[in-house]
């Protein structure tokens, strides 16, 4: 996978409790893996589902992914990539030395790469859907707008991301001077040299600079070429790749996995507003200017007392700030253009999870990965896989019918 910090192997063995084996962390990380039919006829042109996994652009794996089920279940050829991450994928200076967004560069190689070789899996290069979950999400909603990303694909799956959440993207210097100087600050490098410097780093010393960056996001960078304009312009111009749209969230996408990686702990007997605010204050991917907190909170809280709601209703303000309006304005301007969008609500949290998550937490961010990948229905030992009820294992048939047929027909 490619290089990171090992919280993606604390997260799996703490959060999900799962003893999933994962690859070494490597910079030679820019493969991918092909999922096919065992069945299929020699000659098929199957719909090609391409997954772009999450990870706040900093963490995570394609090999996190099993797509065996889901090309054999719903009869489609499954890739899952891999692009490079935090500092090497998404860092950019003000001086243009790194001009940024290389790990969108990947991606986009990877679906070049499969419109020259997936024919010989059996896949239709003329029917490739990406779809992705969170930051993969975000992903994808920036390769609907690139121009760069033009006729590689043509449907797209966001899942609980969108290039519109505050804090992912860069449109003026001033949006890149503030991790500019944190980069500079944790590799030792100076900035009239980073580029030539952070080349000269061995994996063990960018092992230690991903540590100290932790999981903080290097924004997308309009840079002219992938990104030609600032998100919203773009969205007002119809500058947009002409394809269906699917874009949605889970009921509670900040229920439990965002909170422990945001260290927020302490909340299962409840919160006071005051602590709602300072959380509020001091997480910029929520998005809230301060002067606008106060009236947010009355508009969520009201005067209710009870820490318990305040707790609940803090937690619904966190997904739409974070995930639902963002997702909404997405889907507005792709609609505005006049193309076909689809927005959905996930809400069922799996019961693999029920023992190891507090009972108040609803359908999560990822919850939805399970059902989509068929986990119910996937071996032992792979994440995202596990027991499920007759209701689950018949939920997952569904969602993953829904998404091929996506997939097939748009």
Request: aromatic share 10%; with cysteine.
């Amino acid at each position: 996978m490619c290089l990171q910090e090992d919280l993606t192997s604390r997260m799996i063995k703490g959060h999900y409790q799962s003893s999933f084996k994962l690859p070494r962390s490597s910079e030679d990380c820019l493969y991918l893996n092909v999922f096919t039919p065992a069945n299929r006829n020699p000659k098929s042109k199957l719909p090609v589902m391409t997954f772009i996994h999450g990870g706040g652009l900093v963490i995570w794996s394609a090999s996190l992914f099993d797509g065996s089920a889901l090309s054999a279940l719903e009869d489609v050829v499954v890739v899952s990539i891999q692009y490079r991450l935090g500092v090497l994928g998404f860092f950019s200076t003000t001086d243009n030395q790194l001009r940024g967004n290389y790990g969108f560069k990947d991606q986009i190689a990877a679906l070049q790469w499969i419109q020259e070789n997936i024919a010989a899996f059996g896949g239709d290069p003329s029917s490739v859907t990406i779809f992705g979950e969170s930051a993969g999400a975000i992903s994808v909603s920036a390769l609907v707008l690139s121009p760069l990303a033009k006729g590689l694909f043509h449907r797209a799956i966001a899942e609980s991301g969108a290039m519109t959440m505050p804090d992912f993207v860069a449109s003026k210097s001033e949006d890149l001077l503030y991790r500019q100087n944190i980069v500079v600050k944790v590799s030792g490098c100076d900035l009239a040299s980073i580029a030539d410097c952070l080349k000269k780093k061995s994996e063990e010393e960018l092992m230690v600079i991903a540590k100290r960056m932790g999981m903080m996001p290097l924004p997308a960078r309009v840079d002219g070429v992938f990104l030609p304009k600032p998100v919203e312009e773009m969205l007002a111009d119809k500058e947009i790749n002409k394809v269906p749209f699917i874009i949605g969230m889970n009921t509670q996408e900040f229920g439990w996995v965002l909170p422990l990686l945001f260290n927020i702990t302490g909340i299962s007997e409840g919160m006071t507003r005051e602590a709602a605010a300072l959380i509020l204050r001091n997480l910029p991917l929520m998005g809230p200017k301060p002067k606008a907190i106060p009236f947010i909170l009355d508009e969520y809280l009201g005067d209710i007392d009870d820490p318990l709601e305040i707790r609940d209703r803090f937690l619904d303000l966190c997904a739409d700030t974070m995930f639902g309006i963002p997702a909404l304005r997405l889907a507005k301007g792709h609609r505005d253009a006049g193309l076909p969008v689809y927005f959905y609500e996930y809400q069922h949290p799996p019961s693999l999870l029920a023992h190891v998550r507090p009972d108040y937490v609803k359908a999560d961010h990822g919850d939805e990965l399970f059902f989509v990948f068929g986990g119910p229905f996937l071996r032992d030992g792979v994440l995202f896989a596990g027991p499920a009820t007759d209701a689950e294992k018949a939920l997952s048939r569904n969602m993953m019918r829904y998404w091929a047929n996506f997939a097939r027909t748009g």
